[in-house]
Nanobody
């Protein structure tokens, strides 16, 4: 069984900073691509940032480019999202996603339960 667990959400002031973490655990053979999505009230879930298996390639949505940074530590099976200069419109539940090969080497898409980020003064 594979699990993704996010942490680090909370209340942050505009212009501040916050770091989200997501740890993969369970019967894992390898962790491939990972990403952060978010969903604001009344809106669809959207891709925020994605990182390749060895961290050599990253992609960002236009709305966060230059303010958010995705990174990973494969030894810890952890992906991070550094949020800087947040804006009220960044308020959302942030979800971790990972394409992971389980112990049987079967690839699958896994989601965390989400962590709330609220940007407000």
């Amino acid at each position: 069984q594979v699990q993704l667990v996010e942490s680090g959400g909370g209340l942050v002031q505009p212009g501040g900073s916050l770091r989200l973490s997501c740890v993969a655990s369970g019967s894992i053979f390898s962790v491939l691509s990972m990403a952060w999505y978010r969903q604001a009230p009344g809106k669809e879930r959207e891709l925020v940032a994605r990182i390749s298996p060895f961290g050599t390639s990253t992609n960002y949505s236009d709305s966060v480019k230059g303010r958010f940074t995705i990174s990973r530590d494969n030894a810890k099976k952890t992906v991070y999202l550094e949020i800087t200069n947040p804006k009220p419109e960044d308020t959302a539940v942030y979800y971790c996603w990972g394409r992971i090969r389980d112990a049987s080497k079967r690839p699958g898409d896994y989601w965390g339960r989400g962590t709330q980020v609220t940007v407000s003064s």
